[in-house]
């Protein structure tokens, strides 16, 4: 029996399950990662201690599945995209911790850069070359704006502020790890004994960091010419079919995994592995993340589709030379929110807010905006405030907690809306993961507000099973993508229901009016 180790390196889990050919879960463990935020708007993972857990973890999974190391065939990592920090990697000496996708401490940079006159000028030359040339590249070069999430600003922030990576970028003693290529160094060098090991990065993990220009599927010479910031700093990237990630080195596992040698076949993306792992594998083909954050990833296929209202262009996969593309739109806060209710004391635990938000007809005229994190695309306002609004003397509690979830599935519809209406695609179905999609409440709101059916898959474990797939394909366990058609398990499928459509509408059109009054506040 073939067995695979899928990790997955989250905001706010480290996980490993251990999963056989079929696809059956055997093992796993997990522990919750410790998110540092040492100044308001900054959010940090010290990396040493992120290291401990990823060992702890790959080890506890394969006891927990009963097995000895030597039984795994190949590991598959999945990975939260735009993390990173910068050190020596001879020395081992880091000039920071993880600063994460979350953190804000650029947002002076990001207002600085999106009303600069070489921005503006670089948009309006994009824009005249689109006109000559019909380009989407330079299409989206017309349209391009710096954000928080990216790594290019929170990066240059560092190299402004940070007396001591000045000091080793002068000496030429630094380079910038994404998550994913500090976790392939860790693991395959012995955590730093073997330094030469290749500086390399996955593609999926490359193409949302703001440098990265997904038309020529190389780094933007751009960054350069806009921030200083030199290429060299940044990983090799490497492609989904790669066959040089070598094996775990062993040396922090303990004496059962000395004399084992497992190969590593994969490392993707945490959206892209949950995309793959939802088996979204045709042009149109749509999956929705519920997890800290909600993500739309819609296949658009061998076309990289130029955005002009702020969804992303991503690589979700490349196999040799052939590239799929998928354009993404993001929601910071989902998780968050619903957790932020728990932490405020509206509720003991989030499975609780399912039945709440039933038990009343409707949210008796209260909004909430969920922007702790800014609002993304279609609106577009990193400045935004978070907030209830329309409370009165008969507000309940239960309204407040139905107004919480209806304003996720708000957020989601307009991403729903504006992927459709910028590919020109109709979806007619939504499959969602994560942890959210567990609640039936969310999932047939969404089915309703949108009008599309919402399909859930019985594990909600997308991003592990994409790993699991794209390891097992790497290492030969399986043959082609219609291969893992099998794995879909579907555990429910929530029907739109017409008759609640336009009143949900009529409520979405408030919502959006209660988002222009918590509009630009910081």
């Given at each position: 029996m073939k067995y695979i180790a899928a990790l997955d390196v989250g905001t706010t889990t480290v996980r490993c399950f251990v999963l056989n050919v079929k696809c059956e879960i055997k093992g796993s463990a997990e522990e919750v990662v410790q998110l540092l935020s040492p100044q308001p708007r900054y959010f940090e993972i010290e990396p040493e201690g992120l290291w401990q857990q990823i060992v702890r973890v790959i080890q506890n999974a394969v006891k927990n599945a009963d097995l000895q190391p030597s039984q795994i065939s190949c590991l598959g990592i999945s990975s939260q995209r735009c993390t990173f920090l910068t050190w020596n990697h001879k020395t081992q000496e880091y000039f920071h911790n993880f600063i994460t996708w979350k953190d804000l401490r650029s947002d002076a940079l990001v207002d600085a850069y999106n009303n600069s006159v070489?921005?503006?000028?670089?948009?309006?030359?994009?824009?005249?070359?689109?006109?000559?040339?019909?380009?989407?590249?330079?299409l989206a070069g017309s349209?391009?704006?710096?954000?928080?999430?990216?790594?290019?600003?929170?990066?240059?922030?560092?190299?402004?502020?940070?007396?001591?990576?000045?000091?080793?970028?002068?000496?030429?003693?630094?380079?910038?790890?994404?998550?994913?290529?500090?976790?392939?160094?860790?693991?395959r060098s012995g955590n730093g004994k073997n330094p030469q090991v290749a500086h390399i990065s996955d593609i999926t993990a490359c193409t949302a960091t703001g440098m990265f220009d997904p038309f020529q599927l190389e780094w933007s010479p751009i960054v350069k010419m806009l921030t200083g910031i030199e290429i060299s700093l940044l990983p090799k990237i490497v492609n989904n079919s790669y066959k040089d990630f070598g094996y775990i080195d062993p040396a922090d596992f303990g004496t059962e995994w000395q004399n084992c040698r497992i190969p590593i076949t994969c490392s993707i993306s945490d959206q892209c592995a949950a995309t793959f792992g939802s088996q979204c594998f045709k042009k149109g083909d749509v999956k929705i993340t519920m997890g800290t954050g909600a993500f739309l990833d819609l296949i658009t296929g061998e076309s990289c589709h130029a955005s002009l209202k702020g969804m992303y262009p991503l690589v979700a996969w490349?196999?040799?030379?052939?590239?799929?593309?998928?354009?993404?739109?993001?929601?910071?806060?989902?998780?968050?929110?619903?957790?932020?209710?728990?932490?405020?004391?509206?509720?003991?635990?989030?499975?609780?807010?399912?039945?709440?938000?039933?038990?009343?007809?409707?949210?008796?005229?209260?909004?909430?905006?969920?922007a702790f994190s800014g609002l993304g695309a279609p609106i577009n306002d990193h400045k935004a405030a978070s907030g209830f609004i329309g409370i009165t003397p008969s507000t309940q509690k239960a309204h407040l907690i139905r107004a919480l979830l209806e304003s996720i599935v708000f957020r989601l519809v307009k991403l729903i809306e504006t992927a459709e209406e910028e590919t020109k695609q109709q979806l007619k179905l939504l499959r969602v993961d994560g942890g959210v999609s567990r609640n039936n409440f969310v999932c047939q709101f969404l089915a309703d507000a949108s009008g599309i059916c919402v399909e859930r898959a019985r594990n909600p474990e997308s991003s592990i099973m994409g790993a699991a797939f794209a390891a097992g394909l790497n290492f030969g366990l399986w043959n082609s993508f219609e291969d893992l058609?099998?794995?879909?398990?579907?555990?429910?499928?929530?029907?739109?229901?017409?008759?609640?459509f336009k009143d949900i509408r009529e409520r979405l059109n408030v919502w959006l009016q209660a988002v222009e009054r918590f509009g630009h506040w910081y």
């Open positions: 070489a921005l503006k000028t670089l948009n309006n030359c994009a824009y005249a070359l689109y006109l000559l040339t019909r380009s989407n590249r330079f349209v391009l704006k710096m954000m928080n999430g990216q790594v290019t600003l929170r990066l240059l922030y560092e190299m402004q502020n940070n007396t001591r990576l000045k000091e080793a970028i002068k000496r030429k003693c630094v380079r910038l790890e994404l998550l994913d290529s500090w976790i392939l160094y860790k693991l490349q196999y040799g030379k052939e590239t799929t593309f998928c354009v993404e739109g993001a929601a910071h806060d989902m998780g968050t929110i619903i957790a932020w209710g728990q932490n405020c004391g509206l509720y003991n635990n989030p499975s609780e807010t399912e039945a709440i938000a039933q038990s009343v007809t409707d949210t008796n005229g209260v909004y909430f905006v969920p058609a099998k794995f879909r398990d579907v555990e429910r499928c929530f029907e739109p229901k017409p008759k609640n």
